[in-house]
């Protein structure tokens, strides 16, 4: 049994009202509340999913923003009601996207010593300073080839997840996060990247782990850590990060809206410490 999901081709030709209607129950909005959000009527709302009444344009993208729908399937709604699609997807290399690549290159280098890079919808990695470049240290080239995926590099068993101390809290917030964003985006290539990845197989713990390894390199497992962290071996020593990702508010471009900037703050003076002495 499969699953269509909103913003595919063969959802699409069944017009806007299916679409409209999935990411209603999706999100858990009533007919009700929805018609109050975006200033119209449940009978109205209830016309337009059953194919009675062509919304306007500008409801389609009114009911678009009070879902929550992502920019990508706001388009997606747009043609299935008829209508031209509203936001472009530029590609990032454009030259009308100069200002961008400058300046989250800007960001991401103004953060060193400290991890940065940004991603796009599907982890491919389209930017990354030199710590995040330090981790990628000893990693295979096969994995190391473009489009580089962020995701799959981490959790690969011949990638990151052996120096992850703490693989498997570290691999459950990862998985747990990539289903969010199927859960907002409903994204079939993303579905399959979380099959791909989750099935990686997961080492037992050690004996290191399990004692926390407070051999005096690292901050021992009585810090007191204000966010999970990533706790992850680098030429004999143990870093610890907490990560932070920010996007760009109201984006009026597909390409844009999909971008995420992650950062890697030390949760600990030990890490913080061997970054800025790496770096010098």
Avoid: C
Avoid at 20 to 37: G, K, N, P, T, Y
């Amino acid at each position: 049994m499969s699953t269509r999901l909103p913003g595919t081709t063969s959802a699409a030709a069944e017009g806007v009202g299916p679409l409209l209607r999935a990411w209603r129950e999706q999100r858990r909005v009533s007919q009700l509340e929805l018609a109050l959000r975006a200033d119209s009527s449940a009978r109205h709302i209830s016309f337009i999913e059953t194919g009675r009444s062509r919304p306007s344009e500008q409801m389609v993208l009114r009911l678009a923003e009070h879902l929550d729908v992502p920019v990508r399937e706001r388009n997606a709604l747009l043609l299935a009601a008829g209508y031209a699609p509203r936001f472009p997807e530029t590609p990032l290399d454009d030259p009308a996207l100069d200002a961008l690549r400058e300046g989250m290159e800007r960001l991401i280098g103004g953060y060193e010593p400290y991890p940065a890079l940004v991603v796009d919808a599907m982890y491919d990695v389209v930017a990354a300073n030199r710590g995040v470049m330090m981790l990628f240290d000893g990693v295979p080239e096969s994995l190391l080839v473009p489009p580089l995926n962020a995701v799959r590099l981490t959790l690969h068993p011949q990638g990151l997840a052996p120096r992850i101390r703490n693989l498997r809290e570290w691999r459950g917030h990862l998985l747990g996060q990539m289903e969010q964003q199927i859960a907002l985006r409903r994204s079939a290539p993303l579905r399959a990247l979380y099959d791909e990845v989750a099935a990686f197989p997961v080492p037992e713990p050690g004996p290191d782990e399990e004692a926390g390894e407070a051999d005096g390199s690292q901050q021992s497992a009585s810090v007191a850590y204000f966010a999970l962290p990533m706790r992850i071996e680098h030429e004999g020593r143990i870093l610890s990060f907490v990560s932070s990702i920010s996007t760009f508010n109201t984006p009026m471009d597909v390409t844009v809206a999909e971008l995420a900037v992650e950062t890697l703050l030390p949760a600990d003076p030990a890490t913080a410490k061997y970054l800025q002495s790496w770096l010098s």
